[in-house]
Each structure stands twice: as structure tokens, then as C-alpha cells.
């Protein structure tokens, strides 16, 4: 896939453009009037600073299109960006009246704009000193730069990215439903716990401070949720007739639509999601405030999306205490959909089994057909258990096999507890004919107690897995990533601009395993604080590496010690990775972990954060 930068324009009322360009929104993304909302398809709400960033969202909960930061350009980049600085010039009369008009055209006189581009929504404004031009993006507008767009998109694949680069990933009719389980359990409440407070021994801080900054999208007709204020013999189409569990609304609420829900405590024991409907926590109790952090919507049971249009996000998940009633225990299931902006707190304090207990905080397994996303959660696991022997907060496989497309983007993830066999994210391939792959981008991935490994995949059936990681930053206590394989078949990596780190002098930063594995390609990744940090086996292409031990987090981090890994600007993360900006072999990456938009051209800042 080419990238194509370019500026050119469209015939706007004289008015608009001056509005758009006069001296209060110069180096802005510039005042949008409802006009010119009207006429561009973007927000009607007015935009007043280049760099706050508005996600549009996709109609899986995530978002692949940004708008509205700063960035400027490299003309020497090689990077697959071109950028195109002509502009085809529109003549537009002014008089000295206050205002003209003629039909529909309106002219108006006015200070000159100041030179530049910049973004209104996905309308790129375009001035060179005298009246400026506009045009509204198809793909993406950046400030400075101005229009993004595809030149050679690819077809658009059911693998929960932006193929066809619409700024939807996934689009309508590629996907099926994905189905994995077929059907939940009978609606019943569970009583509500007593809160516990959490104390980690996690970097990053749990529960956050505030939670990633991730738009959950609301289609169809809306229903509304409150266990507060709800009855479940309402109809639940508006506030005053709100529903009040949330498993019976998931029931009752028709397929293509969207629940709105309260704050609150909500102990329904199982919601089943095998439709298409998206569940969105986080309201006040009228249902006219969205803000998770301020109005929590409390979820206490245990969740399984089972639909590849199903969507469950802006809830605080907790279960601690936990009792794991089988010596292999999981939690959460995403067979097929999307969790996306919650906070999952999961922590055992007994099992089932006296001798041994194999906790796993989520199962995101995808199904055979279907997408498994995990996009901008906080999420904290562990277990306290004295029988405990596997920890993992994200598998992919046990209890249901690997066999479809998984995302795993944007999260801050820790894992404490258990012995040598713990990982933060592990799994294995579909051990069946079915092709796999994890894409793993702008993650904070931390093991925080000893043993075990941050990531920990093996090979496993005929055609097994590919997993691509971008941009993430791994904390590993023994090891960042493990793995091993199976001669027979081949497990395929693809390294790009991590930072991997051990602060407790790790044994190996990447051993991926010795038979049955291939790094296709290792570029602008970061090793240190390990006894060795190699990448291994030898990568088939490497280049841009640095793994001579020679970072420290100090050196690299704003405050590891302390959670935030946010890079020095003059540390050996900044500026020192490789720029793939949405290109498909390195999972379409366009923004970081806060969704903040990376650069179209120049250098890339490694791991989670760019500057």
C-alpha cells in the first residue's frame, strides 16, 4: 500500500473560507460553522486546537482514523509517503461590502489567511497568503501536511484492520458473525462484593488514573440501561423506561443496536453477546453525559462476545476476590468482537482444585471467521491463590483454540502471580488448517513478578501463526518474549520498533525458539537490561536494532520506575524507529497508544509513546 500526501481543492463559499482562516484559528484546526459541516460531512461541533485528536470511529468500537494533530513533513522521506504540494487555484471576487451575495455564494472581505495547511475535521485548508482552498479528505487530514490518501489500497480482509485504508476497518459484509460458543447461560444476578482495594506491585499504575482516551461509537436505535433507576418490564427506548440488569437488556435489545448504561453496579453472572449490538457503560444517570472514569458503570460477572459486530466497552470489570471454581479457569471470553476502553481487574484468592489452579484473566481466542479486537484497556491479573501454577491476563488458545484474526492494540496490561509458566499475553497457533495471526500495536506490556515471560507463544497444528508487533513497550522480568516451535510447521514473527526491558536483570530479552520459527523481519527495536538482549533466532532481515545493552530506563523513559514510559525526547526511543505508517505487513499503524497520530513521514519514536 502507497500513501499519498496531497493538497488540492474545492469550491467553498468565500465566507466559510475566511472564517476558517483569520487570525483566531491560524495554526488551528480552524472554527467549524454548521455550513460547512453540512456541506463536508464532518462534526458540527467547533474545533479549536490542532492538537486534540478526535478518533472517528469504526463500527467495531475501535478507531483507524484520526484527525486534527500537528505533524510536519520530510521531503526526503522513503518511507512509501508522497507528498504533493501543488494546488489548483479557485479565483473567487471580493468587494469592498461588507457582505455580497449572489444565489448560494457569499462573499465577504477579511484579514489574509496565514500561510499553511491545516484541518477542519477531514477538510484539509489550504492557504497561501490569499484566500485560501479547502478539500475534504477521503482517508485522513493532518495538519501541515494535509490530505492522506491511498493510492494501491488493498482488499479488505475480516482480520479487524483497515485493509482497504476507508478508515473502517473491517467493513460491511466482510465479516461474518464468527460464532464460537453459541449461546450463554440463563440470566441471573450475582450478590455484589465488597470493595477491595487494589495493591499491585505493577509500574504502571492500576486502577489508572484515568483511562485511555478511546470514542466508542453508538449504531442503530439506542436503549437504555440503569440499575439505579431501571425496570426490566420497561422497553428500555428512553431513560424514564430504562432496563435495569444488564444480561436481561442484552436480551431483550434487538440486534444492530446500541445499550446505553449507567453508572452503577451490574452482578448479572453471564452477559452473552452473540448478536450484533454494541454495550456502552459510562453514562450518568440521565444518559446525557459520557465520561467512564466519572460516572463507572460497574460489571461484576463474567463476559463472552461471541459476535464479530459486538462490541462491549467504557466498564469497570472487576472481580477480585475471585473464586476459580476448576483447576483451568478462565474469565472473559472474546471469541469474536470488540472489548474495547475498559478497566479489567481479575484477582484470584482461591481455586477450585486444591493442588493446582491455571488462571486466565481473558481467552481472546478468535473463532474460525472471526476477529477477536482487544483495543484501549487497562488490564490487571493476578492470582493469589497458594496452589496457583499458570498466570495469563491475555490467551490465545486453551479453552478454545486460536483459529481466527486477533488485534490487540493500545492496551496497558500487567500480570502478577504464579510461577515459571506465567506470561502477560500467551498462546499457541490453530493446531488446524486454519490460518492465524495476532497483531500486537502501541501496547505497555508488563510482567511484574518474577518468572515467566511478558510474551509467550508456541507452535501448535499445520498452518500456524504469523504474529506482527509494532510499536509496543514489553517489561519482562525473565524474558520480554518466548517461544518454541514445532519443525513440522512455522511460526512467523514480525519485530518492529519495540521497546523490550528487563528492570530485574532478565536472563534473554527475545528467544522466539530454535526449530519451527522464523523472524521475518527484526527493524528499530530496543533491547536492554537483560543478561543478553539478542533477537533470536537471527532475524531473515534486520535492520535498525540496537540492542547493545547501552539504555537504560532512565536513559529511554520519562519515569519507568514509576509507571510512565513515556520517552526523553533526547533518549534512545525518540526518533530512532522506523516509519511504517499504515503499512499492512506492520499491522496499519497510524497513531500510538493515546491516539495521538505518529508522523506520515520521517523517523518514528519507538515503543507505546511517541513524543
Request: negative net charge.
Amino acid at each position: 500500500m502507497r500513501i499519498l500526501v496531497a493538497a488540492r481543492t474545492l469550491a467553498w463559499p468565500l465566507a466559510a473560507l475566511l472564517a476558517g482562516c483569520s487570525d483566531e484559528s491560524a495554526g488551528t484546526a480552524g472554527t467549524a460553522s454548521e455550513s460547512s459541516s453540512a456541506s463536508t460531512g464532518s462534526s458540527t461541533g467547533s474545533s479549536t486546537g490542532s492538537t486534540s485528536l478526535e478518533p472517528t470511529t469504526t463500527d467495531s468500537g475501535g478507531s483507524d482514523s484520526l484527525t486534527g494533530t500537528t505533524s510536519t513533513t520530510d521531503p526526503s522521506s522513503t518511507t512509501g509517503v508522497e507528498v504533493s504540494t501543488s494546488t489548483t487555484d479557485e479565483t473567487t471576487d471580493t468587494t469592498t461590502d461588507t457582505t455580497t451575495t449572489t444565489g448560494t455564494t457569499t462573499g465577504t472581505t477579511g484579514e489574509l489567511c496565514v500561510e499553511g495547511i491545516v484541518c477542519d475535521g477531514n477538510v484539509a485548508i489550504v492557504c497561501e497568503g490569499e484566500v485560501p482552498s479547502m478539500e475534504e479528505c477521503g482517508h485522513l487530514c493532518v495538519d501541515g501536511v494535509g490530505c492522506i490518501e491511498c493510492v494501491s489500497p488493498g482488499p479488505e480482509l475480516c482480520d479487524g484492520l483497515d485493509n482497504d485504508c476507508d478508515g473502517v476497518a473491517d467493513g460491511p459484509g466482510v465479516c461474518g458473525p464468527g460464532s464460537c460458543s453459541g449461546g450463554g447461560g440463563a440470566c441471573f444476578e450475582l450478590a455484589i462484593p465488597a470493595p477491595q482495594p487494589l495493591v499491585s506491585g505493577c509500574r504502571q499504575q492500576f486502577p489508572p488514573a484515568q483511562g485511555l482516551p478511546c470514542p466508542i461509537a453508538e449504531p442503530g436505535p439506542v436503549f437504555h440501561v440503569s440499575a439505579a433507576n431501571g425496570d426490566d418490564a420497561g422497553d428500555g427506548t428512553t431513560p424514564e423506561t430504562a432496563w435495569r440488569t444488564l444480561c436481561h437488556a442484552v436480551d431483550a435489545a434487538p440486534p444492530g443496536s446500541t445499550l446505553r448504561v449507567a453508572e452503577g453496579d451490574y452482578a448479572s453472572a453471564e452477559v452473552y453477546v452473540g448478536k450484533e449490538l454494541t454495550i456502552k457503560g459510562g453514562f450518568d444517570d440521565a444518559f446525557a453525559t459520557w465520561d467512564p472514569d466519572a460516572h463507572p458503570s460497574m460489571f461484576y460477572g463474567r463476559l463472552n462476545l461471541d459476535h464479530n459486530n459486538a462490541v462491549f466497552g467504557g466498564f469497570r470489570m472487576i472481580a477480585n476476590p475471585l473464586h476459580a471454581d476448576a483447576w483451568s479457569y478462565p474469565h472473559h471470553f472474546v471469541g469474536a468482537g470488540t472489548l474495547v476502553r475498559n478497566y479489567v481487574e481479575i484477582v484470584a484468592t482461591s481455586g477450585g482444585d486444591m493442588n493446582t489452579l491455571n488462571l486466565y484473566g481473558i481467552i481472546a481466542s478468535a473463532c474460525p471467521g472471526g476477529v477477536s479486537v482487544l483495543r484501549c484497556n487497562d488490564i490487571y491479573v493476578r492470582s493469589d491463590a497458594p496452589q496457583t501454577f499458570v498466570v495469563s491476563a491475555v490467551e490465545y488458545g486453551n479453552h478454545a483454540l486460536h483459529a481466527g484474526q486477533g488485534v490487540l492494540d493500545a492496551n496497558r496490561i500487567c500480570q502478577e502471580g504464579g510461577g515459571f509458566a506465567t506470561d502477560v499475553v500467551g498462546g499457541y497457533g490453530s493446531c488446524g488448517a486454519d490460518p492465524v495471526s495476532l497483531v500486537m500495536r502501541n501496547n505497555v506490556i508488563e510482567k511484574a513478578s518474577a518468572g515467566g515471560s511478558a510474551i509467550d507463544f508456541y507452535s501448535c497444528g499445520n498452518d500456524d501463526m504469523a504474529l506482527t508487533l509494532t510499536n509496543n513497550t514489553v517489561i519482562g522480568a525473565s524474558a520480554a518474549i518466548h517461544g518454541s516451535g514445532d519443525p513440522a510447521v512455522t511460526m512467523r514473527w514480525r519485530l518492529t520498533n519495540n521497546v523490550f526491558l528487563s528492570t530485574s536483570g532478565g536472563q534473554a530479552a527475545v528467544h522466539a525458539g530454535d526449530v519451527g520459527v522464523e523472524i521475518t523481519s527484526s527493524e528499530g527495536n530496543l533491547s536492554f537490561g537483560f543478561v543478553d538482549n539478542a533477537i533470536l533466532p537471527a532475524p531473515l532481515m534486520s535492520a535498525g536494532d540496537d540492542v547493545s545493552g547501552a539504555a537504560t530506563p532512565t536513559s529511554v523513559f520519562v519515569d519507568a520506575a514509576n509507571g510512565d514510559f513515556h520517552l526523553k525526547p533526547d533518549g534512545q526511543g525518540a526518533g530512532t524507529g522506523v516509519n511504517v505508517f499504515g503499512l499492512p505487513d506492520h499491522g496499519f499503524v497510524t497513531t500510538d497508544i493515546a491516539q495521538q497520530l505518529r508522523p506520515p513521514q520521517g523517523s518514528w519514536d519507538r515503543g507505546a509513546f511517541a513524543l
